[in-house]
């Protein structure tokens, strides 16, 4: 009933910079809470940061002052822009989102996951 599409993961030196998109598209009445999360290699997946409908965040404390969450409610997405990213952020990125319906139903919903290396 809804699709998120993620975009922009890629291979980036230490110190280097990514800019993730996810696109919310479907049987969509309002979007709610908005996050990212990520999985290592070997490692289960970990909450990164949301974004509620309010904009208020929150982020983890591993990326505190290097990641930024956004969101652009007319789009249906939401960025997560990552500065002086280092080796160990390294891992599958998903998107997540909390999705009220027509019909007034409640779902959470995630992206496919894109892939951010951080490698010399």
């Known amino acids: 009933q809804v699709q998120l599409v993620e975009s922009g993961g890629g291979l980036v030196q230490p110190g280097g910079s990514l800019r993730l998109s996810c696109a919310a598209s479907?049987?969509?009445?309002?979007?709610?809470?908005m996050g990212w999360y990520r999985q290592a290699p070997g490692k289960q997946r970990e909450w990164v940061t949301n974004i509620y409908s309010s904009g208020d965040t929150n982020y983890a404390d591993s990326v505190r002052g290097r990641f930024t969450i956004s969101r652009d409610n007319a789009k249906n997405t939401v960025f997560l822009q990552m500065n002086s990213l280092k080796p160990e952020d390294t891992a599958v990125y998903y998107c997540n989102a909390d999705i009220t319906h027509v019909a007034r139903s409640r779902t959470t919903y995630w992206g496919q996951g894109t892939q951010v290396t951080v490698s010399s």
């Open positions: 479907g049987n969509i009445f309002t979007i709610n809470d």
